[in-house]
């Protein structure tokens, strides 16, 4: 279990990967020193990674989690009038719905790909409702989010992935313009119009701010759910016993959740750069140093979570880092919670136990938003 961080967080907790290269913060207490200073540790900085040029009007470069103060703060006033308890009031019982649905579904006694059958779906149709898609964008939703998640992964002169990403970003572009003139000239109960109407000091957003929110929601709001339903399926066909424990007693779901969201991470790094020269954990940085803050690591810290290594359901808590901490704190994290609650749910009424399916797990490779690609897993009812 992240054997390297470990060592990191004893011998080195602040130290550059490489020369020139990040530095990498491995412990808890560093990692929410610095989430907790956007002076000094700003987002902005790696604004231009989302402006490339062979692409000059990426619309995640008008989003606020490139933004620092005084910016940031305008627009997450402003998105946070629409994305308040409302939003988790409208979707609770069709999520709840849809769950129960999909769990009903899924065969028993014979391998099937959990990630694709469950765990993919239960964000994608949350998402899609969340952007008002009629349900048949969906499957294009899914695409979207996989090509726009290898943005920064592009390279100068790869042009063949430079073209499939703006032939993307244009197809997503229309049909999310679709959405908001429909939505102008009728309003809806739902976030977008709420988005429409929102007023800070008599101030709207923008349509480049509002681009860039959509997109933003589509980057940060399904890769990250869907490992989390991964990794507590993965749980599951690891600790057989579990299901039943949550299955007697469903009020300890959502501990059962946020020891997953501790033990592993969807997110696992987050970036920052310092804005003048500091120092952090007795070591000195440089202005323009870029950092990545660890949070599969910062959550495995000893010093924070006794016996971190070990999954502990009477663990008390939560105290973990899976979304960030300050400013820029998920904006989705009780809708991602929620989703996680209520796909357990289904899960331990409908089966017993998950065993594991024909064929290995395969794993992506992204540090930064880590999980199974596929994940062969036997349901028992
Ligand atoms: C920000 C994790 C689900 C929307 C963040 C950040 C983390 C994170 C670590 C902070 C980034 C930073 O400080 O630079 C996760 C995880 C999720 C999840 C682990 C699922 C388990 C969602 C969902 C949505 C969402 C479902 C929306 C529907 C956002 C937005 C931000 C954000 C808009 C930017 C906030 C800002 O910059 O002020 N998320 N997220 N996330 N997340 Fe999530």
């Given at each position: 279990?992240?054997?390297?961080?470990?060592?990191?967080?004893?011998?080195?907790?602040?130290?550059?990967?490489?020369?020139?290269?990040?530095?990498?913060?491995?412990?808890?207490?560093?990692?929410?020193?610095?989430?907790?200073?956007?002076?000094?540790?700003?987002?902005?900085?790696?604004?231009?990674?989302?402006?490339?040029?062979?692409?000059?009007?990426?619309?995640?470069?008008d989003s606020m989690?490139?933004?620092?103060?005084?910016?940031?703060?305008?627009l997450?006033?402003l998105?946070?009038?629409?994305?308040?308890?409302?939003?988790?009031?409208?979707?609770?019982?069709?999520?709840?719905?849809?769950?129960?649905?999909?769990?009903?579904?899924?065969?028993?006694?014979?391998?099937?790909?959990?990630?694709?059958?469950?765990?993919?779906?239960?964000?994608?149709?949350?998402?899609?409702?969340?952007?008002?898609?009629?349900?048949?964008?969906?499957?294009?939703?899914?695409?979207?989010?996989?090509?726009?998640?290898?943005?920064?992964?592009?390279?100068?002169?790869?042009?063949?992935?430079?073209?499939?990403?703006?032939?993307?970003?244009?197809?997503?572009?229309?049909?999310?313009?679709?959405?908001?003139?429909?939505?102008?000239?009728?309003?809806?109960?739902?976030?977008?119009?709420?988005?429409?109407?929102?007023?800070?000091?008599?101030?709207?957003l923008t349509d480049a701010e509002l681009m860039g929110f959509?997109?933003?929601?589509?980057?940060?709001?399904?890769?990250?759910?869907?490992?989390?339903?991964?990794?507590?399926?993965?749980?599951?066909?690891?600790?057989?016993?579990?299901?039943?424990?949550?299955?007697?007693?469903?009020?300890?779901?959502?501990?059962?959740?946020?020891?997953?969201?501790?033990?592993?991470?969807?997110?696992?790094?987050?970036?920052?750069?310092?804005?003048?020269?500091?120092?952090?954990?007795?070591?000195?940085?440089?202005?323009?140093?870029?950092?990545?803050?660890?949070?599969?690591?910062?959550?495995?810290?000893?010093?924070?979570?006794?016996?971190?290594?070990?999954?502990?359901?009477?663990?008390?808590?939560?105290?973990?880092?899976?979304?960030?901490?300050?400013?820029?704190?998920?904006?989705?994290?009780?809708?991602?919670?929620?989703?996680?609650?209520?796909?357990?749910?289904?899960?331990?009424?409908?089966?017993?136990?998950?065993?594991?399916?024909?064929?290995?797990?395969?794993?992506?490779?992204?540090?930064?938003?880590?999980?199974?690609?596929?994940?062969?897993?036997?349901?028992?009812?």
């Open positions: 279990p992240y054997p390297v961080f470990a060592e990191l967080r004893r011998n080195a907790p602040v130290s550059q990967v490489d020369p020139g290269g990040l530095w990498a913060v491995t412990r808890y207490a560093d990692a929410a020193a610095v989430l907790k200073n956007p002076q000094l540790f700003a987002s902005e900085g790696f604004r231009q990674a989302y402006r490339p040029a062979w692409f000059s009007d990426y619309p995640m470069a989690l490139v933004m620092d103060p005084p910016h940031h703060t305008r997450r006033a998105v946070n009038r629409a994305f308040g308890p409302p939003v988790l009031t409208r979707l609770e019982p069709r999520i709840r719905q849809f769950v129960e649905q999909l769990a009903a579904g899924l065969p028993t006694g014979r391998s099937v790909d959990f990630a694709e059958e469950w765990s993919v779906r239960i964000p994608l149709i949350v998402m899609a409702d969340l952007l008002g898609l009629s349900p048949e964008v969906h499957p294009r939703l899914k695409r979207w989010a996989d090509t726009f998640g290898s943005f920064t992964g592009i390279g100068p002169n790869d042009t063949e992935r430079q073209e499939h990403m703006r032939a993307t970003v244009a197809e997503a572009r229309q049909h999310f313009q679709q959405v908001l003139e429909e939505r102008r000239r009728e309003p809806r109960d739902d976030l977008m119009s709420d988005l429409l109407r929102a007023r800070v000091d008599g101030e709207a959509m997109f933003l929601l589509v980057v940060a709001g399904m890769e990250t759910t869907v490992h989390l339903m991964n990794h507590s399926a993965i749980r599951f066909r690891d600790e057989p016993e579990l299901m039943g424990r949550l299955r007697a007693d469903h009020s300890l779901i959502p501990r059962f959740v946020e020891e997953i969201l501790r033990y592993e991470p969807p997110v696992h790094g987050i970036f920052r750069v310092t804005t003048q020269e500091t120092e952090l954990g007795g070591v000195r940085l440089p202005k323009g140093a870029r950092m990545l803050v660890v949070l599969c690591s910062a959550n495995r810290d000893e010093a924070q979570f006794p016996g971190a290594d070990r999954f502990n359901l009477d663990r008390p808590g939560p105290q973990n880092l899976p979304f960030g901490h300050g400013i820029h704190f998920c904006l989705g994290a009780q809708l991602a919670r929620l989703e996680a609650r209520l796909g357990t749910e289904a899960l331990v009424t409908r089966f017993s136990r998950l065993s594991p399916g024909e064929g290995p797990v395969r794993w992506n490779t992204s540090l930064v938003v880590r999980g199974p690609l596929s994940l062969p897993l036997v349901a028992h009812p």
